[in-house]
């Protein structure tokens, strides 16, 4: 028997409001069109099985962007895997901080740790005449990063290298973008089981302090960017005095931190010390 798509709604909204999911609702409509995958307002047999199967693992908690395969960023839609970070709309304070940025005419930008490429995707698809290279340690998530490129039209201009943060890279970037694991040991516990169980630990764990990552990174950063260049740091809340401390001692200005949507401090922007040459 056929159900309507209003009456799926209703259905699969109640069981996932029992299964405690915080906005039901609106999941629901989303599994249910991604079931219908068309205009059509009704669902066929088949169509109902396989909603009650992504219901169940929607209340198994897997995130929705897991279960539909794709999750939006700068109104750009990139598909997403277990090997990859779902792209959190935080993240976009590092795009328009980037974008505002006077960058050089044929800017190339380096994303270190570029998951499904969402940062770098976003700033290729403002800058027509901008060059990218994407780095991760996973080999998986640069399989998807370059997936995303191609189909939105940006393959042309991005190269993607696996490598373990900055070990491998030689030449000199106008922007450098870089989004890190920056979750702390202690903070595991608090995590949302979609995130705790579900995202890839190497895309999230940022050690006992949540700055391990950065103590990597930042001592090369002078290096890698060209004179007038400038690097764009996403922060945990509560880390932007931290990392732009370290950045400081690594003789680079910090220029400005930028806050996201939440008023949260998100994007530490630094670059070279211009008493240093290059
Ligand atoms: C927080 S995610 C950011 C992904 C994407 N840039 C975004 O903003 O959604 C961090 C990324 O860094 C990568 N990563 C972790 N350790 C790394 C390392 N040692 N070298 C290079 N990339 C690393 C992870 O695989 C993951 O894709």
Known sequence: MNTSLDNAVIEATHHLARAGIAQPRLDARVLVEHVLEGGERQLENGQCEHLRRL??????????????????????????????????????????????????????????????????AAVLSERPDWWGLGLDIESRALCVAGHNLNALGLGARARLVLGDWT????????????????????????????????????????GADGLACYRRIVPRLGDLLNRGGAAFLEVGAGQAAAVAGLLRRHALDVVDIKEDLAGI????????RMSRGK
């Open 55 to 120: 219901v169940g693992r929607r209340r198994a908690r897997e995130p929705l962007a897991h279960i539909t395969g794709h999750r939006e960023f700068w109104s750009l839609a990139f598909a997403v895997t277990r090997h990859t970070l779902i792209p959190r709309p935080d993240s976009e304070t590092l795009v328009e901080a980037a974008l505002a940025w006077p960058a050089p005419e044929g800017a190339n930008v380096l994303d270190l740790g570029s998951g499904s490429g969402c940062l770098l």
């Open 167 to 206: 070990d491998c890279l030689a030449g000199s970037f106008d922007v450098v973008l870089c989004n890190p694991p920056y979750v702390a040991d202690p903070e595991w516990p608090d995590l949302e089981p979609e995130v705790a169980d579900f995202e890839p630990r190497i895309a999230l764990a940022g």
């Open 265 to 272: 401090p998100r994007c530490v922007v630094a670059r070279r």
